[in-house]
């Protein structure tokens, strides 16, 4: 009920920061009281609220952001060394031709309920994951357990970074002593599903269609599994991470440290507890109040600045999200079909203003349109090579002029025409999102003042998907440039120029194009070899060459590239916070509270002093 | 009843009664003011959306006399040019939902019978049926770009209750002697309806009216987020959502003309739209002037 919603737009923000701030005070008094000595960090995050909060991982709904304090990967990766933070595992080993993958476990790790983790675990994760199309079994034949503390991943081509990463920082949180009936009809089903796949590589499309009922088959007993497995709603929640999750609310969670944890020697924090996170502005009241820890909201420039006034213990970091947001253009509409038109929107978008208004703490992208992320710029494309390179400074005057050469007009008003004499009009689809709302707001209006009528429509999440694959719309605003958690340009360009890619699918890019030398270039064939293990001079030239398909053909333009705003509270509750340089920042776009974690179990926060 | 000889008349008549309710002459200033500025002010003050982030979240000046928004947008230009799509919503919706509601109202209650119970049904149907989903599956379809159509999508949900209470109303005025005459003379169901059983509803009528105009300013919020119509910035309601969820506003004490000047235009004029209700009444039932 829209109308309901909005009618006491204010009275319910005033009431929900005070329930937020009588909430803080609540928890504050109490923790003062009954927890006299312990160390407590606080949090914020989101969980179905109880009764609907369950212990099934797999299960809709989840296990919200419980998952990072009570389930561990193998390893964590981060992006900003590139190095792998033994968690579950402790060593690992790659066969000479990259087809075999060894992970040595961490021996004497117990689940929460005493059962002591092995390989099996692994394994079950795994399988089920199968189920659930984990993207790693693209690639994956099978996992072999030699022993009870050693994995071994086999591939089936040679295997390149973005899979193994793949594998190995995947949480494991499914004992096979709880989970393992469920795994157990997988198995059979995968060597079906292999067997059907090969008959249908080798017999071509008329055996697929006689075989048609086969895959139906096996697409129906996975189901039958998949019912079954999402039926169990446990009410515990068993892992192996450093903390117990005790108690759970519509408001608040509880965890406690786990005493037989592998790192349990490590932790100085004896108690988890997490605010519940409906919206930003709740989180914003929390943080003006001082009783948070470490939270990550979008925040507006002068928000931001209120809250660190008025809480001289606070700080931010703010580390890449390893993504960059901006505008997918739909190459299958008029005008924007037109790369003359699109290199005269490129040019009269001042993108470093829509930065400041709509996310002041992201990275400037002023110049090109990469595909490849500002941060790792460097890492793959030359100056040299830069410099010869097209830029989409902002320039109205530029614009106007590349418009007027390819043939359109002005209208009396001042507006703009096409070359057949129709007065250009787009529209700007967006998600709800303050930031996207307010980067797209900002660009509508700089397009109008240039002379483009342009409008801002916000579609709603359930919506948004369909209207990209649908294309069925001019300009939306996206994060593009999207290497979360791999930090791998791969993902990136399979995303932006693969084939059946998000954004690739959305913007209708051609499979072909003309390179610089006038011969084709084959961008699908490309993306999808970059997903290969490749020798890394090819893996270089591949990405320039997809960089350049990028800035030449611009389906995309990139604005900023997102920090995670992080507020952290030094010495009010913890204290040890590292500084923005410190590597394990870097890994926050594999979850932020994967973050927190890594600093506890590595013992770097500690009580007050 | 007032049952004046010639409009000119009526209408000289009604102004005198609402200039001698207090209540009612204030709230007929402040919607002319309102509808000065919906029709008058965009032509006299000149919108400019230009983005300055140095003058953003500014106080009230000479130079800005509300202050600037979060793109350092003046906030008095967006309230004046924002007035005209907001006025005209308003007053569409309540405009086409009431005209809705009486005819399906008065219609079943002196028909009766089946169509009664057609058109109840139908009343039950809008009254139970969610409206978010059917306004989402509304986005998904629908392309809606002028305040006329946003009116008739707000009015399409606001009717029924109305209707309902019409209807109730006109069964009991059924059996009035004024009523029964008239059916006896057989005139026209479009007399009895409109002539007769109508301007004894009126001031329940008006209420109704100004409390749908009141709704279609909050409810066009909901709708935008719905991506059924394109975002409006200079929304009343969009700039009191920007400055409370959007932007910040709310915590930061530099923008406070920024969160107050959207929520002053909505609250005076609401409570103009009730004070001047309260003339209207005297209109219509000479048992209230005092």
């Known amino acids: 009920m829209p109308e309901r919603r909005n009618i006491f737009v204010l009275l319910i923000s005033v009431l929900l920061c005070f329930a937020a701030g009588a909430a803080a005070l609540f928890l504050s008094s109490c923790a003062g009281k009954k927890d006299s000595g312990k160390v407590i960090f606080r949090g914020a995050g989101s969980w179905e609220i109880p009764p609907a909060f369950h212990g099934n991982p797999w299960a809709p709904g989840g296990v919200g952001s419980a998952s990072w304090y009570v389930h561990e990967p193998l390893f964590m990766f981060l992006p900003g060394n590139r190095q792998f933070l033994p968690r579950l595992g402790l060593s690992m080993k790659e066969s000479k031709n990259h087809k075999k993958l060894t992970v040595k476990l961490r021996e004497g790790v117990k689940w929460h309920d005493g059962h002591p983790f092995t390989s099996k675990d692994v394994v079950t994760t795994f399988i089920i994951g199968y189920l659930h199309h984990w993207a790693v079994w693209q690639l994956l034949e099978g996992i072999e357990t030699p022993d009870e503390h050693t994995v071994v991943f086999r591939w089936k081509k040679p295997c390149p970074h973005l899979f193994k990463t793949r594998a190995l920082i995947e949480k494991i949180h499914s004992p096979s002593h709880i989970y393992g009936k469920w795994?157990?009809?997988?198995?059979?089903?995968?060597?079906?599903e292999a067997e059907y796949l090969k008959f249908r590589k080798r017999?071509?499309?008329?055996?697929?269609?006689?075989?048609?009922?086969a895959a139906f088959e096996i697409e129906k007993e996975k189901k039958a599994v998949r019912e079954k497995l999402y039926s169990f709603k446990p009410v515990e929640l068993t892992g192996t991470g450093p903390f117990k999750l005790v108690t759970v609310t519509a408001s608040d969670m509880r965890f406690e440290k786990f005493a037989e944890g592998w790192a349990a020697g490590k932790i100085a924090i004896d108690e988890v507890q997490m605010a519940r996170w409906p919206s930003n502005e709740i989180i914003w009241a929390f943080l003006i109040a001082g009783e948070i820890d470490a939270a990550h909201p979008a925040t507006p420039k002068e928000v931001a600045e209120q809250i660190i006034k008025l809480n001289p213990r606070m700080k931010m970091v703010t580390p890449s999200d390893l993504a960059e947001f901006g505008l997918v253009f739909n190459l299958g509409r008029e005008p924007m079909s037109d790369l003359e038109f699109r290199r005269a929107v490129a040019t009269a978008i001042d993108r470093d203003l829509v930065r400041k208004i709509s996310y002041y703490y992201g990275t400037p992208v002023t110049a090109y349109s990469l595909g490849i992320i500002k941060s790792q710029r460097s890492d793959w494309l030359s100056p040299e090579t830069l410099q010869k390179w097209e830029k989409y400074e902002f320039n109205p005057q530029k614009a106007e002029e590349i418009l007027l050469a390819a043939g359109y007009k002005r209208n009396a008003k001042g507006f703009w025409l096409t070359p057949e004499g129709k007065k250009i009009n787009l529209e700007i689809s967006t998600l709800g999102n303050s930031d996207f709302v307010l980067g797209a707001d900002s660009i509508s209006s700089q397009l109008v003042k240039f002379g483009i009528d342009c409008h801002v429509r916000i579609v709603m999440g359930q919506l948004y998907g369909t209207k990209l694959t649908s294309g069925d719309f001019d300009m939306v605003t996206q994060f593009l440039g999207d290497a979360r958690r791999y930090g791998d340009p791969a993902t990136v360009f399979e995303n932006i120029l693969g084939k059946g890619g998000y954004i690739s699918t959305a913007c209708r890019f051609p499979e072909e194009v003309k390179g610089p030398d006038g011969k084709t270039i084959k961008v699908h064939k490309l993306a999808k070899e970059l997903r290969e293990y490749l020798p890394e001079p090819r893996r270089r030239e591949i990405i320039r060459t997809?960089?350049?398909?990028?800035?030449?053909?611009?389906?995309?333009?990139?604005v900023y590239e997102k920090n995670m705003l992080v507020f952290i509270t030094e010495g009010k509750r913890v204290s040890g916070w590292p500084d923005e340089s410190h590597p394990m920042w870097s890994a926050v776009s594999t979850g932020m509270e994967g973050v927190y974690i890594s600093f506890m179990t590595e013992g770097l926060l500690k009580g007050k002093p | 009843m007032i049952m004046p000889r010639n409009t000119g008349k009526r209408l000289l008549e009604s102004f005198t009664i609402i200039k001698h309710n207090r209540r009612a002459f204030f709230g007929l200033c402040v919607l002319v003011f309102f509808i000065l500025m919906a029709t008058a002010g965009p032509v006299v003050i000149p919108l400019d959306m230009s983005q300055d982030f140095l003058m953003r979240f500014q106080g009230p000046s000479w130079a800005h006399i509300l202050g600037t928004d979060f793109a350092g947008r003046d906030i008095f230009q967006q309230l004046v040019h924002g007035s005209t799509d907001v006025l005209t919503i308003a007053f569409a919706t309540a405009f086409f939902g009431s005209f809705i509601a009486?005819?399906?109202?008065?219609?079943?209650?002196?028909?009766?019978?089946?169509f009664d119970m057609l058109m109840m049904r139908i009343i039950d149907i809008f009254l139970t049926v969610p409206n978010f989903p059917i306004m989402i599956i509304f986005a998904s379809i629908f392309r809606i770009n002028d305040p006329i159509s946003f009116a008739l999508v707000l009015a399409a949900w606001s009717w029924p209750g109305l209707a309902r209470a019409l209807r109730a109303q006109v069964l009991s005025l059924k059996h009035k002697e004024f009523v029964e005459v008239s059916r006896v003379m057989a005139m026209p169901y479009r007399h009895i309806m409109f002539k007769e059983a109508l301007p004894g509803l009126m001031p329940y009528l008006m209420i109704n009216f100004i409390d749908m105009a009141r709704g279609a300013i909050t409810a066009s919020v909901g709708i935008m987020l719905l991506g059924l119509v394109p975002l409006s910035v200079t929304n009343w309601g969009m700039m009191l959502n920007f400055a409370t969820f959007q932007t910040g506003a709310i915590y930061v004490p530099s923008a406070l003309s920024y969160l107050l000047s959207p929520m002053?235009?909505?609250?005076?004029?609401?409570?103009?739209?009730?004070?001047?209700?309260?003339?209207?009444?005297?209109?219509?039932?000479?048992?209230?002037?005092s």
């Open chain 1, 546 to 558: 997809l960089s350049w398909v990028v800035n030449k053909y611009l389906p995309i333009l990139p």
């Open chain 1, 203 to 213: 017999m071509g499309y008329s055996a697929e269609t006689r075989k048609e009922g």
């Open chain 2, 102 to 114: 009486v005819l399906v109202g008065l219609s079943a209650g002196l028909v009766g019978g089946k």
């Open chain 1, 183 to 192: 795994a157990a009809p997988i198995r059979p089903l995968m060597k079906k």
């Open chain 2, 264 to 289: 002053l235009a909505i609250i005076l004029f609401q409570y103009g739209l009730i004070c001047f209700a309260s003339g209207v009444e005297e209109i219509f039932d000479p048992r209230l002037r």
